[in-house]
């Protein structure tokens, strides 16, 4: 036969904690005029931003102490390159086909060193298209298209490939009432894992701008 006895205890604990998180981004384009109506676009953009957080835990259960600190640093590096072709035809319609491509490397550290199950380098593709397009000076309309694709998704939950589109139509009734339609879709995909996710959002308005006062 056994017996349980219990005895009072008292436990305290105090934690604290602190984050910070700069950020540095650079970045540089030009524009090359191939001919009339047709220009060569390239832009490239680097960020790089650091979440180091810090947790200090202390404990006191009667008369027994204990501490711990816990320092969590999260590396987010992405390097972006845009190169497009920028065609006018006529004054009318603007054609921008296009890719961009994209490096991001996440580097997570526990008290310095590396977590491999949370560090992971992926490569983005992804092709683009925008269109603009004004027959008068009334109505205009413009969109986009991009496929992405990600050789290496970081979560179960991410996507590997990913289309999306984007259409604006805006009519202007008057010169103070504008009406503007827009719509957007967007289907994600990973078959390993199962995953998809669907996406559609449309919406209708109808502004009237007030009179300027001088």
């Not at 540089?28 to 676009?41: A, D, E, I, R």
């Not at 000076?137 to 990913?162: A, L, M, V, W």
Request: charged content about 30%; proline content about 4%; hydrophobic content about 35%.
């Amino acid at each position: 036969m056994t017996t349980t006895t219990f005895t009072r205890y008292t436990v305290s604990e105090n934690d604290r904690g602190q984050v910070s998180e700069p950020n540095h981004v650079v970045d540089q384009g030009f524009t090359f005029k191939l001919t009339t109506g047709l220009n060569f676009l390239a832009d490239y953009r680097y960020s790089r931003m650091t979440e180091d957080g810090i947790l200090i835990a202390d404990s006191l259960r009667d008369t027994t102490a204990a501490s711990e600190d816990v320092l969590s640093t999260w590396r987010f590096g992405t390097h972006r390159l845009d190169l497009a072709f920028e065609y006018a035809p006529v004054n009318k319609l603007l054609i921008r086909p296009g890719i961009r491509l994209i490096k991001r490397d996440i580097t997570v550290l526990e008290d310095g060193v590396a977590d491999p199950a949370r560090s992971k380098r992926s490569k983005f593709a992804s092709p683009i298209l925008s269109v603009f397009y004004a027959p008068n000076e009334r109505f205009t309309i413009r969109g986009n298209i991009q496929s992405i694709t990600n050789d290496t998704p970081y979560t179960r939950i991410s996507p590997r490939t990913d289309i999306a589109e984007r259409w604006i139509a805006r009519y202007r009734v008057t010169d103070r009432v504008t009406i503007e339609n827009s719509a957007i879709m967007r289907v994600g995909k990973y078959t390993a894992t199962a995953f998809r996710n669907s996406l559609f959002e449309e919406q209708r308005r109808c502004r009237r701008h007030g009179a300027t006062r001088r």
